[in-house]
């Protein structure tokens, strides 16, 4: 009988109710600010990272879960008689995470040949940040509960992260400029103009899509490029930061447009706020074909 087993890591921003709930594994990045290390859902929640990074004059740097500490993992469930181990993680451009989950698949394997046939594990390249792969991951861990098969759940998180686009809004470029996601010329004048960029994550490319002036107009423009691009009456997510009340606009004029409320909100954790800033809102969705 099957026993599969969901790995991701906290960058997914899966809440803890689900991570709990389903039995999902969620692996931490490690957060440095100066002299200091900390790790994200241990050594504080979302809220509290907000307040330290507010406090904290430089940039908070992050580290990926490394090849050792994803085969102390996979070795620990191979002991608890797991038969399939699914690991989404993030977007395998900006981070080495998923690169050390296949160096230790095959350090795994090397040390355990025993294993092949017994144990299988896979790995997906989720291309993206947030709820773009937290979502499948929580709806596959509901497939598990359903008896799904392994191959159905694999097949399903693929065809999800494939075709997922986010659009979102950072409501300051302080913390871009900072981390060099935006250049630092462009981060400068977009502030001292008022320019607030709405930006587009799909297939590992994080781009400009268009650009606003002032606060009014990035709720509007993130629903109406959102309606002309999800599939018909596909669910779609919410991702916020600090600001609970853009959240909840942005959720109301999307029930609004589309005729269906978000199937699931994701506050962004330390992985993305230390390069998105804090406050910040955006759907996630699967694009038409």
Request: proline share 4%.
């Amino acid at each position: 009988m099957a026993n599969i087993r969901l790995i991701t890591d906290s960058a997914s921003d899966i809440s803890e109710k689900h991570e709990k709930k389903y039995n999902i594994k969620v692996v931490p990045f490690q957060v440095v600010m100066g002299d200091k290390s900390y790790t994200s859902r241990v050594d504080f929640n979302n809220e509290k990272f907000y307040d330290m990074m507010e406090a904290y004059d430089g940039l908070p740097l992050t580290s990926q879960f490394t090849a050792f500490q994803f085969q102390e993992v996979y070795e620990e469930m191979y002991r608890e008689g797991v038969t399939d181990i699914i690991c989404v993680l993030i977007n395998g451009q900006g981070s080495a995470t998923y690169n050390n989950s296949l160096m230790a698949s095959d350090n795994f394997y090397d040390e355990h040949p025993e294993a092949i046939g017994k144990l299988r594990i896979t790995s997906i390249d989720s291309r993206s940040y947030t709820g773009a792969y937290g979502y499948p991951v929580v709806e596959a861990a509901k497939m598990i509960k359903r008896g799904e098969s392994a191959d159905a759940i694999i097949d399903y998180i693929n065809h999800w992260v494939e075709n997922c686009t986010i659009f979102f809004a950072p409501y300051s470029l302080k913390y871009a400029k900072k981390s060099g996601r935006i250049p630092s010329a462009a981060a400068f004048v977009g502030d001292a103009l008022g320019l607030k960029p709405i930006m587009r994550i799909y297939d590992h490319v994080i781009s400009t899509d268009t650009k606003v002036r002032g606060e009014k107009p990035v709720i509007t423009t993130i629903v109406q490029k959102t309606a002309e691009e999800i599939e018909p009456q596909t669910p779609y997510c919410i991702a916020y930061g600090n600001d609970r009340y853009v959240c909840e606009e942005l959720a109301d004029a999307m029930t609004a447009k589309l005729g269906y409320p978000p199937a699931d909100f994701y506050q962004i954790g330390a992985a993305i706020a230390v390069n998105a800033g804090p406050r910040v809102v955006g759907t996630i969705f699967k694009k038409k074909r």
